[in-house]
C-alpha cells in the first residue's frame, strides 16, 4: 500500500511514524508546503518567542528521521490538485500515485483585510518563520498591539511582557476567551493579564488600520488610536479545505469525515486542525485546533488506513502557559449556551483550582489551573454522569476516580 500525506504538520508527522510503527512497508510520501520539516506549534507563541527554546526543539523527528525510516519527505512542496478517480495527486505538472491519501493541511491565520492593506507592520502567528520574525520585534521597550485575546494573542501578550515590550490588546467581546471558558473564568485571565500590565481593551470594535512613518496606528471606534511598533493580528484560523473542496470531497469549515476520520471516498481520510470528524462520544460534528487531537488524529488514521476499525472517540483536550499560569483543559462545550453549572474546587483568584462544567445529568468539561495533578481526575470524570459527588465542591477530585 502506498501512502500519501498532505501537509507537513504534526498530524502528517504522527500518521507517517505510527504506519512505521505498526510495520507498514509501503511507499510513504510526505508533502508539505513549508521549508521545515514537521514540527510542533505550541512552542511558538511560548518558548520561541521568550528565547528559552530553539527551533530545532520544536521538530517532530530531526530530518534524517525520514531517510531512516525511507519516508519520502518533500517540504517546500504544494500539492495543487487532487483526482480522486485516478488516485493521484498533482504538484504542479509532477504527479503521485496513492491507495491511501491522508489530508492533513491544518489550518491558517484568518486575515484582516484592513490591516494587510495598510502596508502598516502587521504581523500573523502560525509558522516557524512567523515566530522568529515577532521574536526579533518583542524587544524592551517595543510597543505591541493585538487584536483578539484568543489563546495565541494572549500567549505572545504574556512573551511580550516577559520581553519587556508594552502591550496593547484590543478584543470585541467584553472578556478574553469567554465562547470557550465562560465569563467566571475568562475573568481569571483578564485579571492576570491586567496585573501584568497589559493594556486590556475589551468590547472594542477596530476601525481601521494605518501606517504612519514606521508605526501601525489602529483606530478604535469611540476610543484613542493605538501606536504601535508592531501590529500582531490573532483573530482565529480557517481549515485550509480548498484543496479537498476542488476534488470533490464534502466541505463545511473543514473536510467531513466519519467517525473513523475516514472521507466519503474510501481511499481519503483527514486528520487534525482541517477535519470536522463525527465524534462518537460528543454526538456531533466538531473540528479541534489542538495539539493533541492532530497528534492522536494523525495516529488513528495511520491505524485506520492498515484496518483498524475503531472509531476516534477521544475528547479534545488543550493546555496554556502564560506567565506564571499553566492550564489544562479536557471536554468539549460551549461555555456561552452549552452548560448548566460550574463546579469550582480551589481557589480561582488565587489560580490554584480546577473546574467543572456540568449539564444537567453529565460532566461536559474540566480544567486545572496550577494543578497538575488534576488532569488524571478530570480526564477520569469528564464525559462521565454528573454524580451528587462530582457537584459537590468540598469533596475532592481525586476521590471522583
Ligand atoms: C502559535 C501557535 C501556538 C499553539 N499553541 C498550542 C497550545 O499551546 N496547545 C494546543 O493544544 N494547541 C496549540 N496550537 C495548535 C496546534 O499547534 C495545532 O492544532 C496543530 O499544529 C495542528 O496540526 P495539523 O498537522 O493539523 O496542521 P498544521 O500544523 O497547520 O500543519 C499543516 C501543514 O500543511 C501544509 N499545507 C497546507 N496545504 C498544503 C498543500 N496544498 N500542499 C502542501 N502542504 C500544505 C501547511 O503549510 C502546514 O505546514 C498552537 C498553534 C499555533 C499556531
Redesign the pocket.
Known sequence: MNVVV????????NAVTELRAQGHSGDIVV????SHP?Y???????GILLGSAEPDAALAHPRAWYDEHQVDLRTG????GIDLDRRRVRLGAEELPYDRLLL??????RRLPMADASGAPVQY???LD??LALRDRLSEGARIAIIGAG??GL??TSAARQRGASVTVLEAAPLPLQRVLGDELARVFADLHREHGVDLRLGVRVAGVERVDDTAVVHVEGGAPVVADLLLVAIG?TP?DA?AAGAGLAVDDGILVDARLRTPDPHVLA?????RHAHPALGTRIR???????IQ??RHAARVMLGADEPYARLP?????QYDLGMEYVGHVDATAGYDRLVVRGDLAARQASVLWLSDDRVLAGMHLNDWDAIDPLRAVVGGPATDAVRDPSVPLVDLM
Open positions: 498532505v501537509g507537513g504538520g504534526l498530524a502528517a508527522a508533502v508539505g508546503e513549508e514537521p510542533e506549534r505550541p512552542p511558538l507563541s511560548k512542496t504544494v500539492v495543487t492533513a493541511t491544518g489550518a491558517t491565520p502567528l502560525r509558522t512567523d515566530a489563546w495565541i500567549e505572545v484560523v485550509v484543496l486528520a487534525g486542525d482541517v477535519a479541534v485546533e489542538h495539539w493533541d487531537t492532530a488524529q494523525g483536550y488543550f493546555f496554556t502557559d
